[in-house]
């Protein structure tokens, strides 16, 4: 059975699975589907339809699944789907999408928003990314796998940032960030590869080096986008930790960061 503090406010249509706590003052929408063991505090707001997995957290005053903040939206039935084990701190909110996107955000697993952070409709979010404090997506962003975001970072609208980039604090991405970049200023530009995040992955020394190797490639090296494309994608059959740049590069829309 879920447990329920007699304060919160809970729609009959919703559906909490075994394990679920709701704490004082919180309010679950109708439509919102809870996985088992997920935790939300007092005073949090989930609005669906929204499903939420299993194991997650959402911290008090987080807002979770409210509606877009679109002037163009006119009420239209969209979603929020997250995974598991993620953690929604204090004042994080999380929109849902519209139907000029795909009419749904989607968050993966394993994920930190810290506090005052904001996810924008339609974004896409992976798995084990960390946003830090008042971080920011603007709608339809894409952020990979093991992105982590600075404090006070902003992403444009229609941006992608790919897997293991790092985003340093106060800097504002309008352009796409290619995997393993570290990026920082606003705009924001290319500083190196996120090399200590890479170690603490399991990522060894001489696949530092190919990584390396590749963003000068990339940007060092004098190249066209179209030449550097094809050098990485000659090296990336004999060094498959490349290959998530060279997967990378045609999902480009707003131009690269260089």
Known sequence: MATIHPTAIVDPSAELAP???????????AEVVIGEGTRIAPHAVVLGPTRIGRDNRVFQFASVGDVPQDKKYAGERTFLEIGDRNVFREC????????TGASVTR??????????THVGHDCVVGNHCI????????????????????????????????????????????????????AAGAPAEPKGINSEGLRRRGFDAAQLANIKSAYKVLYREGLKLGEATEELKRRAAEQPEIAPLVAFLPRVTRSLIR
């Open 19 to 29: 394990g679920v706590s709701v704490g004082p003052y919180a309010i679950i929408g």
């Open 92 to 99: 994080c909110t999380v929109s849902r999408g519209t139907v």
């Open 131 to 182: 946003l830090a404090n008042y971080a920011t997506l603007a709608g339809h962003v894409e952020i990979d796998d093991h992105v982590i975001l600075g404090g006070y970072a902003g992403v444009h609208q229609f941006c992608k940032i790919g897997a293991h980039a790092f985003l340093a604090n106060n800097s504002a991405a309008t352009r796409d960030v290619p995997p393993f970049v570290m």
């Open 107 to 116: 968050i993966g697993s394993d994920n930190l928003f810290m506090a005052y």
